[in-house]
T-cell receptor, first 116, second 114 residues
């Protein structure tokens, strides 16, 4: 089944304890991205990657890191989590950067993170 | 800057009736794409429908249609024959050309009652 897989789905952690949210897609997609969703704010982009080894900041990159060493994986790293990073996180991918129509962004199931 | 506005925080509709969810957008780009996603209470984001800025006809996907009025910069989602399973949060989004970023509105919570 074609999908974007995120892990963990739920996590409660404490301030300052490094964590990684993994994201993997099996659709050979070039483009991958991370979003966070907060009540009343919709979804906001954290980082994106046009291709392997090519990443760039989105709207809210502070406190996050990413890497794209291989096409299928795009982990999100919180080096020193803080309570304001408590949120619902989504990884998403699409076939290629640019273009429209069939180039739909497919989302993972989401990872709910709580930082105490 | 590009922006999506959804002015209806919540909507109610009776089962089998049609409902329109409003979306207006702001962009200076000539080429852009508009999307609607559904987020049920389980949390996943489900793609519903897409409209390209150069598409002359309104997009339709089953019970979903997009009422695209380019001059007014609106892209309203119409759900016909509402079902209880349509109860969810609905997000309008626009894809930015240079970065492929999806810019989301704040969403509309739709509740379908029997």
């Amino acid at each position: 089944e074609a999908q974007v897989t995120q892990n963990p789905r739920y996590l409660i952690t404490v301030t300052g304890k490094k964590l990684t949210v993994t994201c993997s897609q099996n659709m050979n997609h070039e483009y991958m991205s991370w979003y966070r969703q907060d009540p009343g704010l919709g979804l906001r982009q954290i980082y994106y990657s046009m291709n392997v080894e090519v990443t760039d900041k989105g709207d809210v990159p502070e406190g996050y890191k990413v890497s794209r060493k291989e096409k299928r994986n795009f982990p999100l790293i919180l080096e020193s989590p803080s309570p304001n990073q408590t949120s619902l996180y989504f990884c998403a991918s699409s076939l290629y950067p640019g273009g429209f129509g069939a180039n739909v962004l497919t989302f993972g199931a989401g990872s709910r993170l709580t930082v105490l | 800057a590009q922006k999506i506005t959804q002015t209806q925080p919540g909507m109610f509709v009776q089962e089998k009736e049609a409902v329109t969810l409003d979306c207006t957008y702001d962009t200076s780009d000539q080429s852009y794409g508009l999307f609607w996603y559904k987020q049920p209470s389980s949390g996943e984001m489900i793609f519903l429908i897409y409209q390209g800025s150069y598409d002359e006809q309104n997009a339709t996907e089953g019970r979903y249609s997009l009422n695209f009025q380019k001059a007014r910069k609106s892209a309203n989602l119409v759900i016909s024959a509402s079902q209880l399973g349509d109860s969810a949060m609905y997000f309008c989004a626009m894809r930015e050309v240079n970065t492929d970023k999806l810019i989301f509105g704040t969403g509309t919570r739709l509740q379908v009652f029997p």
